[in-house]
């Protein structure tokens, strides 16, 4: 059994993360921005923790993440301006890899996207180059904190049901990961420490998700 925050809790992956998660036993607190969003958190089985991470310290993300085991940073811009996804995806994300160091949180699980990198070759007139940016500058912050860190790489996101199944890596041909198997990876991933270090990019495929993760060597 952990404590597990999740970041961006109201998003859809991160509500089926928090009903994965309690389900098994572990204690989530899932941060939302809006008080109005509380009831779809309690109807997961996680509490509810109203924190604007655009607005908070690393200093007060460190108090909300004291005494939790793991963070899963699931939060996002959704496509709003540039400056708001450079806010969100970057510069929030990485206060929160600090807070999550300076609370002694060993566990950060990161929700990037497949194809994540430095070198992402997005021109700078398209409008997925904030983005592409941010999740770049995030993921590497993650790589060179002292965070027991795994990456979790989804292809382009589906609203499919949860098929179970995903292949991994160069395995990975389909066109779409669906949120529900996402989450499932989440869930997975968690708890696996085989899994520490790894970027693990993936789409919906033909392997369970635990035999997937467990394979990740």
């Known amino acids: 059994m952990k404590r597990i925050a999740i970041v961006g809790g109201h998003g859809k992956i991160a509500l ?25 958190i309690t109807a997961t089985g996680a509490m509810p923790v109203i924190a604007d991470i655009e ?9 909300i993440f004291t005494g939790h085991d793991a963070v899963v940073f699931s939060a996002g811009a959704g496509g709003g301006s540039p400056e708001r996804t450079y806010s969100v995806d970057r510069d929030a994300a990485i206060r929160t890899m600090d807070a999550a160091a ?14 994540a990198s430095l070198d992402h070759g997005v021109p700078e007139d398209n409008d997925f180059f904030a983005y ?10 993650l790589r060179k904190s ?14 499919e049901p949860a098929s179970g199944a995903i292949d991994v890596g160069d395995a990975a041909t389909a066109e779409h990961a669906s949120r529900d198997n996402v989450a499932r990876v989440l869930a997975e991933v968690v708890d ?17 998700i635990p035999d997937a993760i467990a394979a990740i060597a």
């Open 132 to 141: 592409a940016e941010s999740k770049a500058a995030a993921d590497d912050h």
């Open 102 to 115: 300076h609370a002694g949180v060993e566990r950060y699980v990161m929700v990037s996207y497949k194809g």
């Open 55 to 63: 607005q908070l310290s690393a200093e007060e993300l460190s108090e």
């Open 146 to 159: 002292p965070l027991k860190y795994t990456i979790v790489g989804p292809g382009s996101l589906s609203s």
């Open 16 to 40: 089926s993360l928090a009903e994965l998660l309690t389900a098994r036993g572990h204690h989530v607190h899932s941060l939302i921005r809006k008080p109005e969003q509380e009831a779809d």
């Open 192 to 208: 696996a420490d085989n899994t520490i270090g790894h970027t693990i990019e993936f789409m919906d495929g033909s392997t369970p």
